[in-house]
Structures are given as C-alpha cells and as structure tokens.
C-alpha cells in the first residue's frame, strides 16, 4: 500500500514564499511522474506543476517564473518551492503521484491535500 502526504501549506503574506512537500511511503518500487494540483474555491481543479522522470517540466502559465517542482529520488519527495505568491495562488494544493508498487501495476496517488492562503 501507498501513502501520499502532503505537508508546509499556510498563511502568508503577498510576495511572500512557501515550500511544499510531498512524501510517499509504503511498498514503493518507483515513482514515475510527480505533479502539483490546486484547486481554488468555486474553482476546477488545475495543475500547476510537473516533473516527469526524465527530468522534464511543465508549468501553468500563471506559476511559470515563480514556482519550481523538484524531486529527492532517495527520500520519495516532491518539492513545489513558491515565490512571489499572490492572492489567487490561495489554494488547496494537492499532490499526484505515477508509483510503481513493489507488486501489481502502476496507479496514480492524491495526497490530502494542503491549504495555502496568500492574503493581500
């Protein structure tokens, strides 16, 4: 079994920064893609970040410059480091993992979910 949890959402001002974690645990062979998701109030579900193992990006165009994904292969971590934060970055922030098990195939993961609030 695999667990997803997401941690370092929070209050902050305005131009201020977060860093958002993301560890998976379990019967883990590999991981493939990682990705960041939000979604907003009254808003879809979007995504903000990918990293795939080849160590290729993609960014939503409203993060692009201000927040970067990268991974710790050895701690099974997902980072999304976010700076320059604005209010409409205000967000749950989810996590989404391609693992490969040590048995079966592979399956996307959710984390819980992370709240960040960017106040103005």
């Known amino acids: 079994q695999v667990r997803v949890v997401e941690s370092g959402g929070g209050l902050v001002q305005a131009g201020g920064s977060l860093r958002l974690s993301c560890v998976a645990s379990?019967?883990?062979?590999?991981?493939?893609?990682m990705a960041w998701y939000r979604r907003a109030p009254g808003k879809q579900r979007e995504l903000v970040a990918g990293l795939r193992s080849g160590g290729e990006t993609n960014y939503a165009d409203s993060v692009k410059g201000r927040f970067t994904i990268s991974r710790d292969n050895a701690r099974n971590t997902v980072y999304l480091q976010m700076n320059s934060l604005k209010p409409e970055d205000t967000a749950v922030y989810y996590c989404n993992l391609d693992v490969q098990p040590l048995l079966g195939a592979s399956s996307l993961y959710w984390g819980q979910g992370t709240q960040v609030t960017v106040s103005s």
């Open positions: 379990g019967s883990i062979g590999s991981i493939y893609a």
